[in-house]
């Protein structure tokens, strides 16, 4: 585990709560495909653009662009399609698939800017297991840096988000996760760059395990920490 301050991340949680695209597994090479193309069609310069699309709803990120004459919902629904259709390349954060099997189905959840069909395609895809509380696009009326997506999760498996440890690898993610009054945990597999960012990192999940206390709540650990 690495980051400023990797002991923060070692206390006892209600629930663990994760994101998914670069957080579980990674779907960069297929979104960056779907997403070139569109842009290229819009006339936006691709390289920048595609560094501002992830974390976010695919709603939102065409909104905030403001094109004359483009709806962003309708927009929305063919990129998302067209990602659905789009799996080659997605694969597991190495260890996550293992990691989360380990977990207490009542104990953890995913929280996706994705809507819920292509959520279920890419971690289908990447082997990743389905939770029993899956929060998606559709679930929020305001989707990351807003927490409602966390705080939704944390209702539904009868927790606190304070006592929640959210991991997290997009600045509007880690945003969520903040407003949430969680702990966040930034996961690093995916950055080219180092992520500015006062909290601990992990780059797999391969030397992540949990131990269940007399009061049921995990502790996150490290081997050979």
């Known amino acids: 585990m690495s980051g400023s301050d990797s002991a923060a991340a070692t206390g006892r949680y209600s629930a663990f709560l994760f994101d998914m695209d670069g957080t579980i597994l990674n779907s960069i090479a297929a979104a960056e495909r779907i997403w070139g193309v569109w842009a290229l069609r819009h006339g936006l310069d691709v390289a920048s653009f595609l560094s501002t699309i992830h974390g976010a709803r695919a709603v939102d ?3 905030r662009l403001a094109l004359p004459g483009i709806d962003p919902e309708q927009e929305a629904i063919g990129i998302t399609l067209a990602e659905i259709a789009d799996v080659e390349g997605i694969v597991e954060i190495n260890g996550a698939a293992d990691f989360l099997r380990s977990l207490p ?7 996706t800017s994705a809507p819920r069909d292509l959520a279920a395609r890419r971690m289908k895809a990447a082997g ?5 509380v899956l929060v998606t696009a559709e679930d929020v009326a305001a989707g990351k840096p807003h ?9 539904k498996l009868n927790v606190d988000a304070r006592d929640c440890l959210v991991f997290e690898d997009a600045a509007v993610g880690i945003a969520a996760g903040e407003a949430a009054g969680a702990t966040v945990m930034v996961v690093a597999a995916t950055h080219f760059h180092p992520l500015a960012s006062p909290h601990p990192s992990i780059n797999s999940y391969e030397t992540m395990l949990i131990e269940i206390d007399s009061d049921g709540l995990m502790l996150l650990q490290e081997r050979g920490v």
Request: charged fraction near 10%; proline fraction near 12%.
């Open 61 to 63: 990120t065409v909104a």
């Open 105 to 111: 189905a009542d104990k953890w959840a995913v929280v």
């Open 128 to 132: 990743i297991p389905v939770p029993a």
């Open 147 to 155: 927490p409602d997506g966390y705080l939704l999760a944390a209702s």
